[in-house]
Nanobody, 122 residues
């Protein structure tokens, strides 16, 4: 069973930056496409960004140009650098292995980590 552990969230002012991390267990992490998702209060979880096993990246329109996803396979870790944050980015952020189905990226692991809370104040 793969375990996902997110960290690095916090409270930041609008316009600020934050980097969050996710460590995944498993020997084949380098072969996974990995993604970040987020869930704001009262809303469904939404996809944010993907980094493929070969490193091309993909972003939701709402974060394109502000967020950067990266990975360190030696550490089984995926990162999300978030710049120019605004209150609409407030959410719990989760990572997961992803698959591309049709036009969307979907989570592949059945379970999720605890997530990391990101709160952006005015």
């Amino acid at each position: 069973q793969v375990q996902l552990v997110e960290s690095g969230g916090g409270l930041v002012q609008a316009g600020g930056s934050l980097r969050i991390s996710c460590v995944a267990s498993g020997r084949t992490f380098s072969l996974y496409h990995m993604g970040w998702f987020r869930q704001a209060p009262g809303k469904e979880r939404e996809w944010v960004a993907t980094i493929s096993w070969s490193s091309p990246t993909y972003y939701a329109d709402s974060v394109k140009g502000r967020f950067t996803i990266s990975r360190d396979n030696a550490k089984n870790t995926v990162y999300l650098q978030m710049n120019s944050l605004n209150p609409e980015d407030t959410a719990v952020y989760y990572c997961n292995k992803v698959v591309h189905t049709g036009d969307i990226w979907q989570p592949d692991f059945g379970s999720w980590g605890q997530g990391t809370q990101v709160t952006v104040s005015l």
